[in-house]
């Protein structure tokens, strides 16, 4: 039978691990040719190979606009379509303001936010007109966490990206949105959730008491590149179990605890 949105193409960047494969399983199960982007092109191909004859991998450093640019053109060159962009691509380098190294800092935003920017501009150029761009930004884009200012600003910029995106894509019927995490359990945070004071504190102030899994996220980013959110553009969506509603962990205080 077939899906949802079936042939319809979407770029997953980020998308060989964590909330991206989740995203991609996702589409693809929903009848999407799902063109997988990461930086990791050998874990895209088992990925793709995993999600059959309608996936296929490319190396992508979100980094590298060049790179970003290709993807995006090659899938609508290869499909004649491009619907749907979905950015994944993320790193969290911490350090307290005072020790950062500017080089840290750097990577950080070049990753989170100016990829983010490349995305989102070279998926609209491939597009002629409609579809659907999301972004992940974080609950650090709107809670402070000591140790980690490279990640909140670059993340709370993505947010502001994806609104002004939205104004100026708004009139070629292109909307751009972004999925807020909280605590997702995937390989970016195993340095969190495997030490048990920092996993109790993220428990204590997350209402629906438990971490996000990656298919809690893609569930969301699954909606927004979807026609069931025809009218939403513009939006930063929290999915984080209700931890906005409550204090971030102090989670650099753990760690030196631990030293
Ligand atoms: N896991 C969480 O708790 C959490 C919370 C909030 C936000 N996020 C955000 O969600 C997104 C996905 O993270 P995840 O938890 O699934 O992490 P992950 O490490 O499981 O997956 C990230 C993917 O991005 C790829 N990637 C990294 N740098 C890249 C680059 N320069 N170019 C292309 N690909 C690159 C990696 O190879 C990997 O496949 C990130 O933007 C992250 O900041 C995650």
Request: net charge negative; charged share 20%; with cysteine.
């Amino acid at each position: 039978m077939p899906g949802p949105m079936e042939g319809a193409v979407a770029v997953v960047i980020g998308g060989a691990s964590g909330i991206g494969w989740a995203t991609a399983q996702l589409l693809a199960a929903g009848g999407v040719i799902v063109v997988i982007g990461d930086i990791d092109v050998e874990g895209g191909r088992k990925r793709a190979v995993e999600l059959g004859g309608r996936a296929e991998a490319v190396r992508v450093d979100v980094v590298d606009e060049e790179s970003v640019k290709a993807i995006f053109e090659g899938a609508k060159a290869q499909h004649g379509r491009l619907d749907i962009a979905v950015n994944c691509a993320g790193v969290n380098l911490p350090g307290f303001i005072t020790d950062l190294e500017a080089q840290t800092w750097q990577r950080t935003v070049d990753i989170c936010l100016t990829g983010g920017f490349f995305v989102i501009k070279h998926a609209a150029r491939a597009k002629t007109a409609g579809g659907s761009i999301v972004s992940i930004t974080s609950l650090n884009a709107r809670q402070a966490a000591a140790g980690f200012a490279g990640y909140c600003s670059a993340k709370a910029g993505l947010a502001m990206l994806t609104e002004v995106a939205a104004l100026e894509l708004g009139d070629r019927g292109i909307r751009v949105n972004a999925v807020s995490p909280g605590l997702v359990e995937t390989p970016l945070v195993e340095g969190l959730t495997g030490v048990p004071a920092i996993q109790a504190d993220f428990t204590e102030n997350t209402p629906l008491g438990r971490n996000g899994l990656p298919r809690d996220v893609a569930e969301a980013v699954f909606f927004l590149a979807s026609d069931a959110s025809s009218w939403i553009t513009g939006e930063v969506l929290d999915v984080n179990g209700g931890a906005h509603l409550r204090r971030y962990p102090d989670v650099m205080k753990h760690i030196e605890a631990m030293q």
